[in-house]
């Protein structure tokens, strides 16, 4: 058995109280790192966060540079537009004002060309004169009307016009009832545009021509009553087109006109 002096334990006691001394220390220190690697993953995260913030205000202001530059752009254009639109609202109340004017002055216009068109039908050429002379009084109506609308009426008297100036290019037969030698008959009429006006009986024996200076029905000669007839045949489609020899007042000569004053 050993025996440990007085002196032995002291030291041994030092001994071990060096040891456990140093190993709190380590330990110690081993904390104090921890903390401070803690400390640092802590502020490594901070800094992270920080420049990710940055990061984010960086994009935020690029964008925001962007969106001021569109914006001026935007703006710009918005000045553009609204300087055309006001140029296009100047022109648009100009015309507006030019219709205005325009509708004062288009009925007393198309009053004054419904007459003239009414006085233009009672010297014209005899055909359909009542149904146009009727056309015209429904014209008048028309224009006196407040509900209708200012271009209506003059669709209306254009349309009349329009039909009228057709007269000029087309050939036409029908029947109608006419004076001739102080007794109404029933007749054939042949309209050649507006150059000329012939009728012929239902017996074909006796035609006539109107005469526009005299306003009144001339008797022709028989000679014409065959041309006459054919002609009709053309205007009523019964017949191919063909070329027609008609008698005209500027190449009749006495022969072949016998006057027929009592012929309406």
């Not at 309209?191 to 021509?209: E, M, P």
Request: aromatic share 8%.
């Amino acid at each position: 058995m050993q025996i440990i002096t007085p002196l032995c334990f002291i030291i041994t006691l030092f001994t071990m109280a060096s040891a456990h001394g140093e190993a709190g220390q380590l330990k110690q220190s081993l904390e104090v790192a921890e903390k401070t690697q803690k400390m640092g993953q802590h502020s490594q995260k901070i800094v992270n966060k920080l420049a990710n913030q940055q990061q984010q205000l960086l994009e935020k202001y690029q964008k925001l540079l962007r969106t001021t530059e569109y914006q001026k752009e935007y703006n710009q254009e918005l000045r553009i537009l609204k300087e055309e639109q006001k140029e296009n609202i100047a022109i648009l109340q100009q015309k507006i004002e030019d219709v205005k004017w325009t509708k004062q002055q288009i009925l007393p216009l198309l009053r004054e060309m419904t007459k003239t068109l009414e006085q233009f039908i009672r010297l014209d050429l005899p055909f359909h004169r009542e149904n146009r002379l009727l056309g015209v009084n429904e014209l008048k109506t028309l224009l006196s009307r407040s509900s209708i609308t200012v271009t209506e009426k003059f669709r209306r008297v254009m349309a009349f016009y329009q039909a009228e100036n057709d007269y000029n290019y087309d050939l036409e037969v029908y029947r109608d009832n006419v004076e001739l030698n102080s007794e109404l008959l029933s007749v054939q009429i042949l309209r050649v545009g507006r150059n000329a006006l012939y009728v012929q009986t239902l017996d074909r024996k006796l035609s006539a021509i109107w005469n526009k200076h005299s306003q009144e029905w001339q008797i022709l000669s028989n000679e014409f009553n065959r041309p006459i007839q054919q002609a009709m045949r053309v205007a009523g489609k019964k017949t191919a087109p063909n070329l027609l020899t008609l008698p005209y007042l500027t190449m009749l000569d006495q022969p072949s006109l016998e006057s027929n004053k009592g012929a309406k």
